[in-house]
């Protein structure tokens, strides 16, 4: 019996918490941002670095193609097909290589730019280790504006309209 008064008295306390909570600009105070405006540069540097962790393309790319070719690992099955994973491969590199930018013009920008050189030096190392990563895969990238789309919007949209008509390289 005294279990039973115990639960009620628990359901009691929990009505009363729920019924009594604050609801006045509830809407207001709690309403979520549509979308981002603007992230601080530590979360951009963030961002880069969360894209280091290998994905499962460029796993199953190591376990299937590159270990059995210089003899790391023995092949357990059929090849995997390389195609699978180069559209993330480049996602994630472009997506941090925008990042790179922009926290690049950030510090350019900067009233004092000496004060970012430690930041600076860790992104050139996170991007060159990404590039070389990159580059052992495919080989050169010529095309050194790649990643402004965030900062020269314009002039990247014009440049993309003109090599989808003409096939050549862009600007």
Avoid: H
């Amino acid at each position: 019996m005294k279990y039973l008064i115990y639960i009620r008295n628990i359901c009691l306390f929990a009505g009363l918490l729920a019924t009594a909570s604050c609801k006045k600009n509830f809407e207001d105070i709690n309403k979520p941002p549509l979308d981002a405006t603007d992230a601080s540069t530590p979360e951009v540097f963030n961002a880069i670095l969360s894209s280091l962790p290998l994905e499962g393309g460029e796993q199953s790319v190591l376990n299937a193609w590159i270990y059995p070719i210089t003899q790391q690992g023995m092949i357990t099955s059929g090849s995997y097909p390389y195609e699978n994973a180069i559209n993330g491969l480049w996602a994630n590199y472009y997506a941090a290589l925008s990042n790179y930018r922009l926290i690049e013009d950030r510090i350019s920008k900067e009233a004092n730019p000496a004060t970012m050189n430690n930041v600076y030096a860790m992104l050139k190392t996170v991007m060159a280790y990404k590039t070389i990563k990159m580059t052992n895969y495919f080989g050169s990238m010529p095309y050194k504006e790649a990643g402004y789309a965030a900062i020269k919007k314009q002039r990247l949209i014009k440049c993309l309209t003109i090599s989808r008509r003409t096939f050549t390289p862009p600007c």
